[in-house]
């Protein structure tokens, strides 16, 4: 059993990280599935989001229920702001990767497919016929005539959205620290009511993607980009708002105070990356 001993915390052992383990490794797996044309890929997606929404659930309340029962200290904090920390530093770099291959794509192996750069060579060996640059459907257009996402619509709404909610999180982190609760539940529900909004236009951006202007995952490089790196994103965004209505129902129930508020904190922290990546996706992905 989970229990306090001197300065340290020693908490039970927890099943929770492997069911995660298990919820991410057959959501990712049978989406794969899924775009290679196994039907079954389906409802293996379903599945493993249903097991992660509920690892959610249950390791929220075990953590929820050990912190307002005074198990937590002051050391304990540390160590949840430095594993904060690390895990949102893990998460630059899993962006990092995709805006890679968005980078490597357009300035470099275009170019070389062009003729141009210290690799022109490319341009006579591998593909002679090759006239295209950003956006790419791929080798003899084996992604199909498409329309690229424009940015002064759905993503110019969704980029004012998400700074809108930055500043609501803020401003109940102020609440919070003002001991004002009204404000502090105002704010919150302001912050996730904008982040399911975010999500819900993206959902339509898809979905007229899809249906109207023939962006697809197998559009060729740009299709598989656009749609990784948004839609990583918007998930990332749906996980932010779950967290997000969670510290919103535990404000409600009096949690938190001015001086032991970290659950909160991380939040804030995750919607601020959440943020700053949108700006970079915004910018590299429908902008330039």
Known sequence: MAHAHGEYYLP?????????????FTTLSSFAAYLNGVEIGGYGMIGGIALLLFMMFGWFRVVINESESGLYNEQVDRSFRWGMIWFIFSEVFFFAGFFGALLYTRVFSLPWLLGEGDKGAAHTLLWPEFTENWPSNGPAGIGGDFESMEAWGIPALNTLILLTSGATVTWAHWALKADNR????????????????????QAYEYSHAYTHMNLTLGSG??????????????????????????IFLRSIRGHFTPKHHFAFEAVAWYWHF???V??????FVYWI
Do not use: E, K
């Open 12 to 24: 039970q052992p927890s099943y929770w990280p492997i069911i995660g383990t298990i919820a991410i």
């Open 274 to 276: 959440v943020d700053i």
């Open 221 to 246: 490089v740009y299709g598989s980009v656009f749609f990784m790196l948004t839609g990583f994103h918007g998930f990332h965004v749906t996980v932010g708002s779950i967290m997000l209505i969670t």
């Open 182 to 201: 009204r404000n502090l539940i105002l704010g919150l529900f302001l912050t996730f009511s904008l982040g399911l909004t975010f999500v819900g236009c």
């Open 278 to 283: 949108w700006l970079g996706l915004f910018i």
